[in-house]
């Protein structure tokens, strides 16, 4: 259960609206001034965990975004280092502007990341070592932020550099590379450098087991998986069995 929830809500669910019990007296219908809020407490229960949840809602017309509203109240409550998911999505313009929060951020004395399943997002600073056996992904790529970065270096990585002045301009001679060494290192003298590591998209197949997929080849007959914790699971016999609670089922043709 979280902590707090933050945002106008203009575009959450029905479910999503049930779960934060917001009533038309206490938010909907009320009057919020341009750039206010209004605030309450609710209690959840999941399991035998009961807390206190603050629900902070926003008017929608604002002078910033909600995930920076959210980011602003956790560094307000003391949060140094921040990880935001599922922030990417298909509006590459709330993407531009998640960026900057890269920056907001730091200028506040914290750090945030931005993550989602193929990709991880960062502010570095001169002297950031990256240990190659806990990289996130195959690739990292590296883009000057809000101006040029002066006399950046790359080393063990696959196509190193060296004192080089990187612009937004040719900013695609810092994409795709990758760490070589088990340490590798990045040094500039000014500007924002920003990295995103990231991995390719896999394929749905390339998620199962091969015996799983094998067993329906050989038998050819449709596959039925059932999902659960990280765990799949295969049978020729599950077409009609019941899903059971917490299970996604998916079904494979031949």
């Given at each position: 259960l979280p902590d707090a929830v933050i945002?106008?809500?203009?575009?959450?669910?029905?479910?999503?609206?049930?779960?934060?019990?917001?009533?038309e007296e206490r938010?909907?219908?009320?009057?919020?001034?341009?750039?206010?809020?209004?605030?309450?407490?609710?209690?959840k229960g999941f399991g035998n965990e009961k807390k206190e949840i603050k629900v902070i809602?926003?008017?929608?017309?604002?002078?910033?975004?909600d995930t920076q509203s959210?980011?602003?109240?956790?560094i307000r409550t003391g949060a140094k280092k921040i990880?935001?998911?599922?922030?990417?999505?298909?509006?590459?313009?709330?993407?531009?502007?998640?960026?900057?929060?890269?920056?907001?951020?730091?200028?506040?004395g914290a750090e945030v990341t931005l993550v989602d399943r193929y990709n991880y997002m960062k502010l570095i600073s001169d002297g950031t070592v990256l240990k190659k056996s806990e990289q996130f992904g195959k690739y990292v790529s590296f883009f000057p932020f809000g101006g040029n970065v002066t006399d950046l270096t790359l080393e063990g990585f696959k196509y190193p550099l060296s004192n080089y002045c990187l612009t937004a301009a040719d900013s695609g001679l810092t994409v795709s590379n990758e760490i070589i060494s088990e340490h590798a290192r990045v040094t500039f003298s000014s500007g924002e450098l920003l990295m995103i590591m990231s991995k390719h998209k896999t394929r749905f197949f390339d998620e199962f087991p091969r015996e799983a997929l094998e067993l329906a080849d050989e038998l050819n007959l449709s596959l039925f998986l059932l999902y659960r914790k990280g765990r799949l699971r295969c049978s020729a016999e599950l077409k009609n069995a019941r899903t059971e609670a917490g299970m996604i089922t998916r079904k494979f043709l031949d």
């Open positions: 945002g106008d809500f203009d575009s959450l669910s029905e479910d999503g609206k049930k779960f934060l019990e917001i009533q938010s909907m219908d009320s009057e919020i001034p341009y750039g206010g809020m209004t605030e309450w407490k609710l209690q809602r926003l008017r929608p017309e604002k002078d910033d975004s959210a980011m602003n109240y956790a990880v935001i998911f599922g922030v990417t999505g298909n509006r590459v313009d709330h993407l531009m502007a998640n960026f900057g929060l890269l920056v907001l951020a730091q200028n506040q």
